[in-house]
């Protein structure tokens, strides 16, 4: 009898670990937000689309267009020979200059070959650039 029980309660706890061990998982899934560089959002493109991500691009120069009266925006991005297309709506960040590297955060529309960005962060070059240049002639 006490064999049966045991077993009983081994079954159990692992039923319930292996229950919140998945929950544990699959929720994580759906609230990461992955980081990805232009070139591999668009050689992946099935995987990301309407999937919240980051993407890591250069501002294409004189790509940035305003919609005339609105705060909407398109701009494009690019990493390894290949461009995004990426629609914004609201103020631009000020260092947001042509040849910069970005950061688009929101999501990918396959279906119209955009994406829809709900937050740009730009890269600020690093100390070490600016000296370099510095000693540059």
């Known amino acids: 009898m006490k064999k049966s029980k045991t077993i009983s309660v081994i079954l159990?706890?692992?039923v319930?670990?292996?229950?919140?061990?998945?929950?544990?998982?699959?929720s994580m899934d759906d609230t990461?937000?992955?980081?990805?560089?232009?070139?591999?959002?668009l050689d992946?493109?099935?995987?990301?689309?309407?999937?919240?991500?980051?993407?890591?691009?250069?501002l294409v120069p004189t790509s940035?267009?305003?919609?005339?009266?609105?705060?909407?925006?398109?701009?494009?991005?690019?990493?390894?020979g290949q461009t995004l297309e990426v629609a914004y709506a609201g103020i631009l960040p000020d260092s947001m200059q042509d040849g910069r590297d970005l950061v688009v955060q929101g999501m990918l529309q396959r279906s119209q070959n955009l994406f829809v960005a709900d937050q740009i962060l730009t890269k600020c070059p690093s100390k070490h650039e600016a000296k370099a240049q510095a000693i540059e002639p």
């Open 12 to 14: 159990t706890l692992v």
């Open 16 to 26: 319930v670990l292996g229950s919140v061990g998945y929950l544990m998982v699959s």
């Open 32 to 41: 990461l937000i992955y980081y990805k560089t232009v070139d591999e959002i």
């Open 44 to 58: 992946q493109s099935a995987r990301f689309d309407g999937k919240a991500v980051r993407v890591n691009g250069v």
């Open 64 to 80: 940035v267009r305003q919609k005339p009266g609105t705060d909407q925006f398109r701009f494009k991005l690019s990493k390894r």
